[in-house]
Nanobody
Framework: QVQLVESGGGLVQPGGSLRLSCAASIFKFDYYNIGWFRQAPGKEREGVSCIQNSDGFTSYLEDVKGRFTMSNDKRKNMVYLQMNSLKPEDTAVYYC?????????????????WGPGTQVTVSS
């Protein structure tokens, strides 16, 4: 099974930045699509961003556009989510999700492999 481990979460002041990392136990990143999801207590899970390595397509949740940037390092099998200008509304557990390329970004939640998550708390 694919194993994912997120890191980089923590407590940050509003307006601050964090970079989340996801280590994936895969051999060929090009054959996978990767996304970040988040879930706050009492709220529904939502997709944050997604990269389709099969075609280079990248998408973001409307609320994080211009603030978050997702990227991946194929050599290191790492996925990143750079989060800038953080808001209290960004507080959530963030999850890395990965699936073979046949499953696209809009299908990752149902068919992807999930990491255990990392807590991001934005508070003054």
């Amino acid at each position: 099974q694919v194993q994912l481990v997120e890191s980089g979460g923590g407590l940050v002041q509003p307006g601050g930045s964090l970079r989340l990392s996801c280590a994936a136990s895969i051999f060929k990143f090009d054959y996978y699509n990767i996304g970040w999801f988040r879930q706050a207590p009492g709220k529904e899970r939502e997709g944050v961003s997604c990269i389709q390595n099969s075609d280079g397509f990248t998408s973001y949740l409307e609320d994080v556009k211009g603030r978050f940037t997702m990227s991946n390092d194929k050599r290191k099998n790492m996925v990143y989510l750079q989060m800038n200008s953080l808001k209290p509304e960004d507080t959530a557990v963030y999850y890395c999700v990965i699936a073979p390329f046949r499953w696209k970004c809009n299908e990752l939640a149902d068919f992807g492999s999930w990491g255990p998550g990392t807590q991001v708390t934005v508070s003054s």
